[in-house]
């Protein structure tokens, strides 16, 4: 599969999600859009708040009629502890194949304390109703980002 290019609508996919569900792409066609946040690791410093950031704003980007979705490598036990322990309300995906990692290209080579790794490359995608790719945020620095996020959802509407 090809990456998606922003106006172009992104190849279905399908992962195992908390709460025992299964995320399908398709199955939020015509429903809602999505954001799709791949984030390195459960638990670590930086992931930690930007999950934080977007639980505190979920409601807004429900107001969007947006639903926010967290996709790392780590597996779905290390995913539901994270999440009942930040108490977020929306589900995190296990991509512990690298499926949607490698659809959307965030696999880079990273610099780990001197030594040379492959990981996430923190990025968020924003997919419309109609499964069409509408923004994408590269090397995602924590801060501000969640407010720009939700800014572009917020103009969609």
Same mark, same amino acid.
């Given at each position: /599969? @090809?990456?998606?290019?922003?106006?172009?609508?992104?190849? +279905?996919? @399908?992962?195992?999600?908390?709460?025992?569900?299964?995320?399908?792409?398709? =199955? $939020?066609?015509?429903?809602? *859009? #999505?954001?799709? %946040? $791949?984030?390195?690791? +459960?638990? @670590?410093? !930086?992931?930690?708040?930007? !999950?934080? +950031?977007?639980? +505190?704003?979920?409601?807004?980007?429900?107001?969007?009629? @947006?639903?926010?979705?967290?996709?790392?490598? =780590?597996?779905?036990?290390?995913?539901?502890?994270?999440?009942?322990?930040?108490?977020?309300?929306?589900?995190?995906?296990?991509?512990?194949?690298?499926?949607?990692?490698?659809?959307? =290209?965030?696999?880079?080579?990273? *610099? /780990? %304390?001197?030594?040379?790794?492959?990981?996430?490359?923190?990025?968020?995608?924003?997919?419309?109703?109609?499964?069409?790719?509408?923004?994408?945020?590269?090397?995602?620095? #924590?801060?501000?980002?969640?407010?720009?996020?939700?800014?572009?959802?917020?103009?969609?509407?």
């Amino acid at each position: /599969m @090809t990456t998606p290019t922003l106006g172009t609508p992104v190849p +279905d996919f @399908t992962l195992a999600a908390t709460s025992g569900q299964t995320f399908r792409l398709s =199955d $939020f066609q015509e429903k809602a *859009n #999505v954001v799709l %946040y $791949f984030y390195p690791k +459960d638990s @670590t410093p !930086g992931c930690t708040t930007e !999950g934080q +950031d977007f639980r +505190d704003a979920y409601a807004e980007f429900q107001a969007a009629d @947006t639903l926010v979705f967290g996709i790392s490598r =780590d597996s779905l036990k290390s995913h539901e502890n994270f999440k009942a322990k930040q108490a977020f309300p929306f589900e995190l995906l296990a991509d512990v194949d690298e499926i949607a990692c490698k659809l959307f =290209d965030v696999i880079k080579l990273k *610099n /780990m %304390y001197g030594k040379q790794v492959l990981g996430i490359e923190r990025s968020t995608f924003l997919i419309d109703k109609q499964g069409v790719l509408r923004h994408e945020w590269r090397k995602v620095s #924590v801060k501000t980002h969640v407010a720009a996020v939700l800014a572009a959802v917020q103009a969609l509407v």
